[in-house]
């Protein structure tokens, strides 16, 4: 029972264009959001949060905006760099643990 | 000066051993978790410590043991590995435990690989 869900596994951007990145949940209860960005070969690094009380987060190139009744978040980054290309976890705060989507690759193309 | 370390990073051994996975944070955090990423790049927990005390354990099996001697590392212990645990591990640890908006910050991973 996935209660967080990237149903995107990845997705292509060419550089300096717009890249968004959407998570699902089912958990009315969660009280925050968070977007964790992987590269290859390390652990996950804290990248972009929401609090269900906002509906939209910016920092920099990144942000993030919250639809509660839909149950739905995305993440947009613009403009994409190459740099972006990683895999990016959607995560859930709630209960005493972040709970996971199974991530999107992104990759930015020149 | 990594904020969260842990060793070894590549593991390979045979089934039915015994391994540990070591995992130190240097952050002054309270709260220490296990993530494990299998095949399908599922991350999900496994447990979480909040100073040297277990608070999380998500179904997983005996053969898992977490030992935390101080609030500043938990180690992870497995015994009579089998295929399927084959994943990587995630040390992570975050200021206080649930708290909204509560960052957690990870470890590089270990991969396992039991053939």
């Known amino acids: 029972d996935q209660q967080v869900k990237q149903n995107s596994p990845s997705l292509s951007v060419q550089e300096g264009r717009i890249s968004i990145l959407n998570c699902d949940y089912t958990?009315?209860?969660?009280?925050?959001f968070l977007w964790y960005k992987k590269y290859p070969a390390e652990g996950p690094t804290f990248l972009i949060s929401?609090?269900?009380?906002?509906d939209k987060n910016e920092d920099g190139r990144f942000t993030v905006f919250l639809n509660k009744s839909a149950k739905h978040l995305s993440l947009h980054i613009v403009p994409s760099q190459p740099g972006d290309s990683a895999v990016y976890f959607c995560?859930?705060?709630?209960?005493?643990?972040?709970?996971f989507g199974t991530g999107t690759r992104l990759q930015v193309f020149p | 000066d990594t904020a969260v370390s842990q060793t070894p990073k590549y593991l390979v051994t045979q089934m039915g051993n015994d391994k540990s996975i070591k995992c130190e944070q240097n952050?002054?955090?309270?709260?220490m978790y296990w993530y494990k990423q299998d095949s399908k790049k599922f991350l999900k927990i496994m447990f979480s410590?909040?100073?040297?005390?277990?608070?999380i354990n998500e179904t997983v099996p005996n053969r898992f043991s977490p030992k935390s001697p101080d609030k500043a590392h938990l180690n992870l212990h497995i015994n009579s590995l089998e295929l399927g645990d084959s994943a990587v591990y995630f040390c992570?640890?975050?200021?206080?435990?649930?708290?909204?908006?509560?960052?957690?910050?990870f470890g590089e991973g270990s991969w396992l690989t039991v053939v």
């Open positions: 992570a640890s975050s200021q206080d435990l649930g708290a909204a908006g509560n960052t957690i910050y």
């Open positions: 958990n009315s209860m969660f009280d925050y």
């Open positions: 929401i609090s269900s009380i906002k």
């Open positions: 995560a859930a705060s709630g209960f005493g643990k972040l709970i």
């Open positions: 952050l002054g955090h309270d709260t």
């Open positions: 410590y909040n100073n040297k005390e277990l608070i």
